[in-house]
Every structure is written in C-alpha cells, then in structure tokens.
C-alpha cells in the first residue's frame, strides 16, 4: 500500500498519481487516483489548495512527459517502458 514521505509531508500531485498507479498495476481513472491519493495519505486537500484541479493538471504533465498515458478518457495508466514491449 502507498505510504506518505517519511518526513510526514505529502508528495506533489503527480507523483502522487504515479505511486497510486504502480501500486495498482491497472488503469485507474482520475477520480480513483484521487481517492486513493487521499486515502493514502499522500495528497492533502488542506495543504494543496485545489487538490483536484491540481491532480488533473499533474496528469497532463505527465502524459506530456511521456510518464503516464491516457488509456481511456479519464483513465490513466503508466507509460510503458520500451522494454516492455
């Protein structure tokens, strides 16, 4: 399961999203992302403002970066590595 940072502090929206998603092997869509993050302990609606606006923005940077993909409108997956084929 997902942990926070040991220094007690919450990761930043992205990669957030990408811990939720290697720990779930699967795609998930965004609104699972998000309630994972936050039960997990690693997103905090009180220390991000906009959490939500904040993780969809993540999300986009990390397609564009080539470190997630869109599997499905909403639905994100990690990117696959060339290895795999």
Known sequence: MTRPMDDG????????????????????HWTVILDRALRAGLLDPFTTPNVRRELLAALRRGVEAGELRLADTGVYELARSPSDG
């Open 9 to 28: 502090t919450t990761g930043d929206p992205l990669a957030s999203a990408v811990s939720v998603l290697r720990d779930a092997a699967e795609p998930l």
